[in-house]
């Protein structure tokens, strides 16, 4: 019943900024998380990110802290991620998954998003 839409990647040069976005239908209204997560070629799938809806808090791994920030309007059931000074290694697919609370195991997740492509040259 839920549904992630991910949107906002593409190329970008290093130091560039870029806004993620991620669209769920058929959460609870104000009782909800999601996550960010992302997979290089090659990598296991790791945590980026993740904003509790229920309770605003927030969580940020420690390779992307002070350079990118989550945020939500509730009013369109839309979280964001605000990527600035982009790495050449944040180049992933970036993935959103929702559940009732944050997890740092994104197998942990119930749903998910399609992934959005971020590229970052040097």
């Known amino acids: 019943e839920v549904l992630l839409v991910e949107s906002g990647g593409g190329l970008v040069q290093a130091g560039g900024s870029l806004r993620l976005s991620c669209a769920a239908s058929?959460?609870?209204?104000?009782?909800?998380?999601i996550g960010w997560f992302r997979q290089a070629p090659g990598k296991e799938r790791e945590g980026v990110s993740c904003?509790?809806?229920?309770?605003?808090?927030?969580s940020y791994a420690d390779s992307v802290k002070g350079r990118f920030t989550i945020s939500s309007d509730n009013a369109k059931n839309t979280v964001y991620l605000q990527m600035n000074s982009l790495k050449p290694e944040d180049t992933a697919v970036y993935y959103c998954?929702?559940?009732?609370?944050?997890?740092?195991?994104?197998?942990?997740?119930?749903?998910w998003g399609q992934g959005t492509q971020v590229t970052v040259s040097s």
């Open positions: 058929g959460v609870p209204r104000d009782d909800y998380a």
């Open positions: 998954a929702a559940d009732w609370r944050c997890y740092e195991d994104y197998k942990s997740f119930g749903s």
């Open positions: 904003l509790s809806i229920t309770d605003g808090s927030t």
